[in-house]
C-alpha cells in the first residue's frame, strides 16, 4: 500500500515537473529575443535583460546559469554547451562618477555596455564567467573557473583568471579537417538565432 502510495507520488511530481518546464519554455520563448529548438534550460536560472537575449539550437545550459543582459545583446548560437554554474554579464556599473555611490549613477557609457556571442559549437566549463564585450570563438573551450575579459580565438582552448590560451586544439591540418567535416555533416540544421 504504502509502496503504492509512493509510486502515485513520484508519478504526480513527475507530470507537475513537466508541466512546469514546459510552461517556464513557453515563458521564456515569449520573452526573449529569440529561442531555438532542443534547447535544455536548468530547473534553475537567473535571466536579466530577456529582449536582449538570442539562444539558437540544440543549446545546453547548465544548472544555476545567470545571464545578465540589461543593456547589449548576448547571442547564444548553436550546439553550445556550458557546464553548471556558468554567469555572463553584457554590462559593467558606470564606475566613473566622483562622488556619488555607484548604487546611485543612472547615467551609463558606451563602453559600460557591449554585446556578448557565444558562437557556434563552444563549450563553457563549470563556473566559468564571461564578461562584457567577448567574443567566445567557433568550436572553442572554456575551462572551468575562467575568467574570460577579451574575446578568444575558434578551435581554441582559454583557461584561468584572466583566461589565456591554454592550447590550440588541433593541428592545421586537423582544424581544416574539422571545419569542413563540421560544415558538410551540419550544414542541414545550422540556423543561427
Ligand atoms: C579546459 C579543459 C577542457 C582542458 O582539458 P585538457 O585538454 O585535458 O587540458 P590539460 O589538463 O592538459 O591542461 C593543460 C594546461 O592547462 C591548465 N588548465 C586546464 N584546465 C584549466 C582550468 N580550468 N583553469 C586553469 N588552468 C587549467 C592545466 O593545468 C595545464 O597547465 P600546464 O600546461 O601548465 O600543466 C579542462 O581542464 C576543463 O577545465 N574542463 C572543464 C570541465 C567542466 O567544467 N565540466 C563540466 C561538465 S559540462
Given at each position: 500500500m504504502k509502496r503504492q502510495l509512493e509510486k502515485i507520488l513520484a508519478f504526480v511530481f513527475r507530470v507537475m515537473l513537466h508541466s512546469y518546464q514546459k510552461y517556464v519554455m513557453t515563458n521564456l520563448r515569449s520573452r526573449l529575443k529569440s529561442l531555438g529548438v532542443n534547447v535544455r534550460i536548468p530547473d534553475k536560472?537567473?535571466?536579466?535583460?530577456?529582449?536582449?537575449?538570442?539562444?539558437?539550437?540544440?543549446?545546453?545550459?547548465?544548472?544555476?546559469?545567470?545571464?545578465?543582459?540589461?543593456?547589449?545583446?548576448?547571442?547564444?548560437?548553436?550546439?553550445?554547451?556550458?557546464?553548471?554554474?556558468?554567469?555572463?554579464?553584457?554590462?559593467?556599473?558606470?564606475i566613473s562618477v566622483l562622488g556619488q555611490p555607484i548604487s546611485e549613477v543612472k547615467v551609463k557609457l558606451p563602453s559600460d555596455d557591449l554585446p556578448v556571442t557565444i558562437c557556434e559549437g563552444v563549450w563553457v566549463g563549470a563556473g566559468a564567467i564571461i564578461l562584457k564585450?567577448?567574443?567566445?570563438?567557433?568550436?572553442?573551450?572554456?575551462?572551468a573557473g575562467a575568467v574570460v575579459t577579451k574575446s578568444v580565438e575558434p578551435y581554441t582552448i582559454y583557461a584561468g583568471n584572466p583566461a589565456c590560451l591554454v592550447k590550440r586544439r588541433f593541428n592545421p591540418e586537423q582544424e581544416k579537417l574539422h571545419i569542413t567535416k563540421n560544415a558538410k555533416e551540419n550544414s542541414a540544421d545550422r540556423v543561427n538565432p
Open positions: 536560472f537567473l535571466i536579466l535583460g530577456h529582449d536582449n537575449i538570442q539562444i539558437g539550437n540544440n543549446v545546453s545550459l547548465g544548472m544555476n546559469v545567470v545571464l545578465f543582459a540589461a543593456e547589449a545583446e548576448l547571442t547564444i548560437e548553436n550546439n553550445v554547451i556550458f557546464g553548471p554554474n556558468v554567469s555572463i554579464f553584457t554590462g559593467n556599473h558606470n564585450g567577448v567574443t567566445i570563438g567557433h568550436d572553442s573551450v572554456i575551462g
